[in-house]
């Protein structure tokens, strides 16, 4: 089984909107941590945001914020007021366990295409 | 903080070849990871290197292998190269203990390497 699951291939958004970027996990450890990352077409990964499964709230970096439904084992990222810059691939990411431990599972990715 | 680094940013080589790509970390990070990204298969985790030893392994075969070195720079190798090895090499750097900085891990810039 997939251990990241991303349905959206591709997205469109006006801009100034908000866009919600669907995630789904699959992990039988209670410890684990969730990301996002956007890969603008230069190629580079960026952290967006972190979201540990202990962490009672959810996870906010200035216009990211992560909707973190633990029992639906989801994880989606709302982007608000989107801006012409956020055109990039998003992709959501798992790393596993209480030991240090940087193996991450990446999704396939969701293109975001922002509209003037 | 300088970001990571990695050497060369593209390269081209024949079947059969070997090849050494490298990645300098951020100053302090002790973590350095690897991932190949390909249309075909997305983002897929090769190893994890900490302390000059390989901390954490994908499933790739024994063609690829890496190493760490004192200053934290590492260096993947591929031998016999394929065809299907075409693809962007991305090395991550992270403090690689624990605490916030742990959750963050930053990526450089890519090496596309092509295969002929």
């Known amino acids: 089984a997939q251990k990241i699951t991303q349905t959206q291939p591709g997205m469109f958004v006006q801009e100034k909107e908000a866009v919600t970027l669907d995630c789904t996990y699959d992990t039988s450890d209670p410890s684990y941590g969730l990301f996002w990352y956007k890969q603008p077409s230069s190629g580079e990964m960026i952290f967006l945001i972190y979201q540990g499964s202990y962490d009672q709230q959810n996870a906010t970096e200035g216009r990211y914020s992560l909707n973190f439904q633990k029992a639906r084992k989801s994880a989606n990222l709302v982007i608000s007021a989107s801006q012409l810059g956020d055109s990039a691939m998003y992709f959501c990411a798992m790393r596993e366990g209480l030991i240090v431990n940087n193996q991450f599972y990446f999704g396939t990715g969701t293109s975001l295409t922002v509209i003037p | 903080k300088a970001g990571v680094t990695q050497t060369p940013r593209y390269l081209i080589k024949t079947r059969g070849q070997q090849v050494t790509l490298s990645c300098s970390p951020i100053?302090?990070?002790?973590?350095v990871s690897w991932y190949q990204q390909t249309p075909g298969q997305g983002l897929q985790f090769l190893f994890e290197?900490?302390?000059?030893?390989?901390?954490n392994k994908g499933n790739f075969p024994g063609r690829f292998s890496g190493r760490q070195f004192s200053n934290s720079r590492s260096e993947m190798n591929v031998s016999t190269l394929e065809l299907g090895d075409s693809a962007l090499y991305l090395c991550?750097?992270?403090?690689?203990?624990?605490?916030?900085?742990?959750?963050?891990?930053?990526f450089g810039p890519g090496t596309r390497l092509t295969v002929l």
């Open positions: 100053s302090g990070h002790r973590s």
């Open positions: 290197y900490f302390s000059e030893t390989q901390r």
């Open positions: 991550a750097s992270s403090s690689g203990t624990s605490g916030r900085s742990y959750n963050e891990q930053f």
